[in-house]
Each structure stands twice: as C-alpha cells, then as structure tokens.
C-alpha cells in the first residue's frame, strides 16, 4: 500500500520553513491569505501534555492529520492523548471528550470539531482554563485560540473548477451526482458553497445530492444506491471515501470508462486513484502539515509566542498533470503508519 510514494514535494526549505497561507483577519476564511515562509520551533520550552480530539479515525484524511502532530510532537518533545467521536453524528461524545480535556494534566486543547457550532458553550467554558487550538474543520471562533486550517470554501471550489474547466458554461451538458460530506459537518457547508458557486460556471447541472458520514462503508451504500437510481450520471464528485468507493464500484459495474470521479480533498485511495488514472482530480490541503502546524500553535500559545493566529497550506489541485510535482509528503502519512493515541514526552 502506497509503496509508490515518493519523499518529494512538499516545498520546504533546508532552514524547515513552512510556505503557509495566513488569513489576514484572522478566523476569517473568506478574508485574503498573505504567502508566509513560517519558520517552526526547534523544540518547547517544557514537555507540555496536549488533548486531542478528532471527529474519528476512520477515514485516512485523519491518519494523515495524525501522523503530522505525531511527527511534530516528537520533535518538540510534547506529549498528547487523541480521543476520537466516532463519526461526525456523535457530538454529545464529543463535547464529553472536550470535558474531559479540562482535566489538570493537559495544558492546551487542539480540536478537530465534528460540528461548526454545536461545540460553542463547551469550547467556550474550557477556554477559560487553557488555550484551545482549532484544527482543520471550521468551528465558530468563541474561545478559540489559533487556527490551523484552510478555507473549505476553496476546496469546493477547486473541485469545481475541475469541472468547469471541462465543461465551460455553453458547451455540452453534463450531470454530476454530488456527495458532499456529513450533513452539520463543520466543512460541508463551506464546501458545498464552493462548489456549487463554481459548477454554476460551466454546463455542469447536479442532479443529486447525497449527504452520508465519511466511512467508507456508508459512502459505499450512498454510491451504490445512487447509480442503481440514475446510471446515465457523467460524474461522482465528493469526499474522499466516496471517491475511494467508487471507483470500485464503477470498475465493477463496467462503468469506469464512462463516469469519472473527482474528490474534494486528498487521501491514500485517491492519490492513488490519481496516479492510476482512475480519478481525475482533487485539491490537496496537505492534512500531515497542518496537523503539525496545530501542534506548534498549542506550544506557541503556551509558551507565549504565538503571533500566527490563523494559518494553513496553500491548496493545490493534484491531477494526472501534476501528481509527480506535488507528491504525497506534507499530505498523506507514510504507508507504514499507524493511529498513535497516546505518546510521551521524549
């Protein structure tokens, strides 16, 4: 799995520096972002203990989120402990887990929240007690610390241009069958305006929309489902287990030639889907950098050096043209990799 990838491509520096996206008013995705070169710490001035939360583990979008905190951790010489929802249905666990970061062994709180507000009061109470750091998903700003993330409304959008590129306003119509993610999800409406602000561009209709959480099996059912109702479909566009899906699906149903996939984010399966031609496109936000950029910004606020408040990778859109240009590093977590939940100080 994923032998292929080469340690390439990510454009940074022998000096380690991080060419970032800072939001110029911060905690603003739709304010312009200012090209930095940040230059990460070397190591924290104490062995700080972090609380991690993720929406789950289950799609390998996180993995690569995962592997980057590990990685930047490490090299800092932080501890933390990850607790995952479950899924993007589950936030009354969520909101628990949080609680349970108010405990006095962690020092700072980074959240990938499963929801855009529905975490408000509960992020607001534990602010009071120790710096909060959002991480990747969008999330109402009360109490919120630093952000590392990118405007999901880009991603969309980079999705969609995939197709208008194609398929400009006046040419030939075509019809998508759009997948945009969990329905509440903190992303999802960011990136389904995106998206459809661009499609509206070309001679793109959709024809259906199918809201699903991001697990591979539930993507599964939403695909097969929706191609038994309308096969005449020219293209699956969505997150990145619908894409991993169906591409399977297509291959098995002799339709692989015939409706092609894009996805709105980068994972393993569709950076292979890529490389292999099975998937036109998708944008990249570089998931590991900004799992490690969330690490730095928890030990920044501690420490009492953090003066990038809102900040992520530039997006890229990885396609059969530029997939050896970009590559896999920054993005994805190695094939060997595996979940880390819990790892000590060095």
């Given at each position: 799995m994923l032998a292929c990838f080469m340690a390439i491509a990510l454009p940074?520096?022998?000096?380690?520096?991080?060419?970032?996206?800072?939001?110029?008013?911060?905690?603003?995705?739709?304010?312009?972002?200012?090209?930095?070169?940040?230059?990460p710490l070397d190591h924290a001035s104490r062995p700080w203990r972090l609380c991690v939360l993720y929406p789950h583990l289950k799609d390998a979008y996180w993995?690569?989120?995962?592997?980057?905190?590990?990685?930047?951790?490490?090299?800092?010489?932080?501890?933390?402990?990850?607790?995952?929802?479950?899924?993007?249905?589950?936030?009354?666990?969520?909101?628990?887990?949080?609680?349970?970061?108010?405990?006095?062994?962690?020092d700072a709180v980074i959240l990938g929240a499963v929801s855009y507000d529905g975490l408000t009061p509960a992020v607001a109470e534990i602010a009071r007690m120790k710096p909060v750091i959002a991480a990747v998903n969008d999330i109402d700003d009360t109490g919120i610390t630093a952000k590392a993330s990118v405007p999901w409304r880009e991603m969309g959008a980079a999705a969609g241009r995939v197709i208008s590129a194609r398929h400009p306003k006046g040419s030939a119509p075509v019809r998508v069958a759009w997948f945009p993610g969990p329905n509440g999800a903190g992303w999802v409406s960011f990136v389904e305006e995106g998206f459809r602000a661009e499609i509206a561009n070309s001679s793109a209709r959709i024809v259906a929309t199918r809201f699903g959480d991001t697990g591979l099996e539930q993507q599964?059912?939403?695909?097969?489902?929706?191609?038994?109702?309308?096969?005449?479909?020219?293209?699956?566009?969505?997150?990145?287990?619908?894409?991993?899906?169906?591409?399977?699906?297509?291959?098995?149903?002799?339709?692989?030639?015939?409706?092609?996939?894009?996805?709105?984010?980068?994972?393993?399966a569709v950076y292979r889907g890529i490389k292999r031609g099975r998937i036109l496109a998708a944008p990249t936000d570089f998931a590991a950098l900004q799992g490690k950029l969330s690490i730095e910004m928890a030990v920044r606020s501690l420490e009492g050096t953090l003066t990038i408040l809102h900040a992520g990778p530039a997006i890229r859109v990885v396609d059969a043209t530029t997939i050896t240009g970009i590559g896999a590093e920054g993005s994805l977590a190695p094939a060997s990799f595996t979940p880390v939940f819990s790892q000590a100080a060095p």
């Open positions: 940074v520096s022998a000096q380690e520096t991080w060419p970032l996206q800072e939001r110029i008013l911060p905690f603003d995705d739709t304010s312009a972002g200012r090209p930095i070169d940040y230059i993995l690569s989120v995962n592997f980057g905190m590990a990685e930047e951790a490490r090299k800092l010489g932080v501890a933390f402990d990850v607790f995952e929802a479950g899924g993007y249905p589950n936030l009354a666990r969520q909101i628990e887990q949080l609680q349970g970061c108010a405990a006095a062994e962690f599964v059912l939403l695909v097969e489902d929706l191609l038994d109702e309308m096969p005449d479909v020219d293209y699956l566009i969505g997150s990145g287990p619908m894409a991993e899906a169906a591409v399977s699906i297509l291959r098995a149903r002799g339709l692989s030639d015939r409706i092609k996939v894009v996805s709105t984010y980068m994972s393993h």
